[in-house]
């Protein structure tokens, strides 16, 4: 099996754990503190991936601190903004919302940077966003508080992949994954101590599993994966892998938590597939590959 193929299931599989995580965190969280639950989720990270990680972390310099810093920060702004939404809105919809990043990052990279997206990853990008609105549809077109704070963090998310795109094309980014996840644990304890509601230890057991799930499955094994097919892989061609996860989130949601399952679902789960497929396909060489066998 290629590496890149590799990269791609263990991609798919993480999107699983990030779908099921929003689930997860909404029934952890309940009425504590979004802080604190993201503090012990980065603190648990980082302690894991330190052990994990330790070759990296005993040879890691000022530059690879640095570099940690500059990818936290849209890190955490992602990860909080939609954290927070989720105490407003149903799991299943902010997962769906948070699938907007494949398109917000083809539209940063060409106002930003002036760099044009092919347009197979483009086509891909509308696909799945059909797909994503077939399954998020509402009766009504409303929209509410949480809504907006997780399209906030799709625009974090999506600058992040951006930087991580930048970032690993120039260095091996396992330096700086324990001290990214280190600056988010100080970012989310400092907001934590501001929170009036702030509970340093619930005795809820439910706020606990969902710590250690989101810590060691959509913390730890997501990101380290993700930062590392990026070497191989564009920000673009990850986001639309990314799209399986409000399919995978609006499964854990009916599950976990009772929210309504519809049809929309398969029709809207399989033009995102599509979307990969597109994506992926490498459709001028096989028209050489035609031509060459037609000469």
Excluded at 6 to 12: S, T
Aim: charged share 15%.
């Amino acid at each position: 099996m290629e590496r890149k193929q590799l990269l791609l299931i263990l991609l798919i599989i993480g999107t699983a754990f990030w779908g099921i995580s929003y689930s997860v965190t909404k029934m952890a969280i309940g009425n504590y503190s979004p802080n604190t639950f993201l503090f012990y989720r980065f603190l648990l990270a980082v302690i894991v991936l330190s052990m994990i990680f330790w070759k990296y972390v005993k040879n890691t310099n000022r530059e690879d601190v640095k570099t940690g810093a500059i990818l936290a920060v849209p890190m955490f702004l992602g990860i909080q903004l939609q954290t927070v939404g989720l105490k407003y809105t149903d799991a299943s919809q902010c997962s769906f919302i948070a699938g907007l990043t494949v398109i917000i990052i083809p539209l940063l990279k060409l106002a930003i940077y002036r760099t044009n997206t092919s347009l197979k990853i483009w086509i891909a990008a509308l696909t799945a966003l059909t797909g994503l609105f077939i399954i998020a549809i509402q009766d009504k077109f409303t929209i509410n508080l949480g809504d907006l704070f997780t399209i906030a963090g799709a625009f974090g998310f999506a600058v992040y992949l951006i930087s991580v795109e930048k970032h690993s094309a120039s260095k091996n980014l396992l330096y700086s994954i324990v001290p990214m996840f280190a600056f988010c644990a100080l970012f989310t304890f400092g907001l934590a101590l501001t929170d009036n509601t702030s509970e340093w230890f619930p005795k809820n057991h439910t706020f606990w599993l969902g710590v250690i799930y989101c810590a060691l499955f959509s913390t730890a094994y997501m990101y380290t994966v993700s930062n590392i097919s990026q070497r191989y892989l564009s920000a673009e061609r990850v986001a639309v892998i990314y799209l399986f996860e409000p399919v995978f989130g609006a499964i854990g949601a009916f599950f976990i938590l009772g929210e309504n399952l519809s049809w929309r679902l398969l029709l809207g789960g399989s033009l995102i597939f599509a979307a990969t497929i597109i994506s992926e396909v490498n459709f001028r060489s096989k028209k050489i590959s035609m031509f060459r066998k037609s000469v």
